[in-house]
């Protein structure tokens, strides 16, 4: 039996699974897109926080449609049968010495996506400033390894900092701002941070 509400298949996870996607996640990267036209054919994209793969998977398959390349990165496994060609993947922290260094490599990137978040641990507090150490560290990953007109997406927990965050990428980027996608849980204080067109 579902203990909570999360247990249970909801409108979006059911359209997933349906779709073919492993998380329900798909559905706020495709309402990013279509509202900013962040990816295009042709793109190196990077994808932090990649697993269960998502995201990589309507990346590659909806926008570059094997016409480009995407470097994902996550702690855990991508749940991707195959993983496509166009795709490499990282298992890793990628903000460790070893796995930064990799991604770098394999730079710079036209688009940089980040849904990374910290395993929650019920305090508000200590989640908070988990997502607001990723999205500092995507954020100076972009600084350095984004192409100028690049593009730039990142998750963090309201409350995190994020208006710092806004202040520091409206420096870095012709126009930043902050989202909230539809398919966002009602209860759910995560946000996204968008950058458009990385200033030369
Ligand atoms: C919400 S999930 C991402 C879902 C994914 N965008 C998709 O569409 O399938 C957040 C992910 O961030 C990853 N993550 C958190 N910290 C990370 C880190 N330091 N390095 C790499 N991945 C990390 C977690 O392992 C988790 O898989």
């Given at each position: 039996m579902a203990?909570?509400?999360?247990?249970?298949?909801d409108f979006f996870t059911k359209k997933a699974h349906k779709a073919g996607y492993p998380a329900r996640s798909i559905y706020k990267l495709e309402e990013i897109q279509e509202r900013h036209n962040l990816i295009k054919q042709g793109d190196n994209v990077l994808d932090v926080g990649a697993a269960p793969g998502s995201w990589t998977l309507y990346t590659n398959n909806e926008l570059l449609k094997g016409n480009g390349s995407i470097v994902a990165v996550d702690l855990n496994p991508l749940n991707l049968s195959p993983i496509p060609p166009t795709v490499?993947?990282?298992q890793g922290d990628a903000f460790s010495t070893e796995i930064r260094a990799k991604l770098v490599e394999l730079g710079p990137y036209d688009v940089i996506i980040s849904d990374a978040a910290p395993m929650t641990m019920g305090s508000r507090t200590v989640d908070t400033s988990r997502?607001?150490?990723l999205a500092e560290n995507v954020l100076q990953l972009a600084k350095e390894h984004l192409k100028p007109h690049g593009n730039l997406v990142i998750k963090i927990f309201q409350g995190g900092g994020q208006q710092e965050i806004l202040k520091d990428m409206k420096?870095?980027?012709?126009?930043a701002k902050t989202t909230k996608p539809k398919a966002c849980r009602s209860d759910s204080f995560e946000i996204f941070l968008i950058g458009l067109d990385k200033n030369v």
């Open positions: 203990k909570n509400r999360r247990d249970k298949p490499t993947f990282f997502s607001e150490w420096t870095v980027f012709a126009r």
